[in-house]
């Protein structure tokens, strides 16, 4: 079995995605966008959802690529293409990894720069916390954290096995948004809390409970500069 048809027989997943042909340089942005932002991939060309083959012609999707690449994303994103035969077809493989200068953002059907990440084999709108957290893993400065009984009310929240929304989140701590998104930046960043994408929208738990007793034990100096990225 060639490594071409290896890689289809995996499906679609977190870091694979399927498509037939390129149309629309706008829409395959996002695609593109969604891999830099989160765990990098690779984009099959030529390949049906279902995985059966139907070819491309390697050049023109090429061009596609690389003006969604270098036009439609902000910062522009970085890929590598392989063209490959199976079947007596081509198919382009275009790769592109984790990105060091993420948040990459394009624009969605509203014409508005929005940043997008890859959960399994959907595409998601990235929060506006999720932004920022990347963002303060480009800098070396994070927001001052505070503690008073509201913040510690919301993490025994968090202790009894809570998932919060973002507006839970930020009524339970008394915070206005921006506090509320600085907050969970901080403890996302450091590792104390995770988020997952659920029915309702994007939610907050508890990641590492030893780090959280940490952090309210001896304050911020162990986390100040710590990177988990």
């Known amino acids: 079995m060639s490594y071409v048809i290896q890689m289809i027989a995996e499906g679609e997943h977190q870091k694979q995605d ?15 966008c969604a891999f830099a932002n989160t765990d990098g991939g690779r984009l099959l060309i030529g390949v049906k959802d279902n995985g059966s083959i139907a070819g491309v ?67 998601h709108r990235a929060s506006p916390v999720l932004v920022k957290v990347w963002q303060y893993e480009m800098r070396l400065d994070r927001s001052e954290f ?41 403890l996302i960043v450091w590792g104390i809390v995770g988020w997952e994408y659920g029915p309702k929208g994007w939610i907050y738990s508890l990641n590492d409970g030893d780090a959280l007793d940490q952090l309210e034990s001896s304050g911020v100096d162990a986390f100040r500069w710590k990177d988990h990225r």
């Open 18 to 32: 399927f498509k037939m042909r390129v149309e629309d340089a706008s829409k395959i942005a996002r695609t593109l």
């Open 146 to 186: 505070r503690y008073d009984q509201h913040i510690g009310k919301l993490f025994s929240a968090w202790r009894s096995g809570r998932a919060l929304s973002f507006r839970h989140v930020a009524r339970m701590g008394r915070l206005d948004f921006d506090a509320a998104e600085d907050l969970l930046c901080l």
């Open 57 to 123: 012609r390697a050049d023109e999707e090429f061009h596609m690529i690389q003006a969604a690449a270098e036009m439609q994303c902000k910062p522009p994103i970085l890929f590598d293409v392989q063209i490959w035969k199976a079947e007596m077809k081509t198919i382009l493989e275009v790769q592109i990894p984790r990105s060091a200068s993420r948040p990459h953002f394009c624009k969605d059907e509203k014409d508005q720069l929005q940043a997008y990440l890859r959960r399994e084999d959907r595409i």
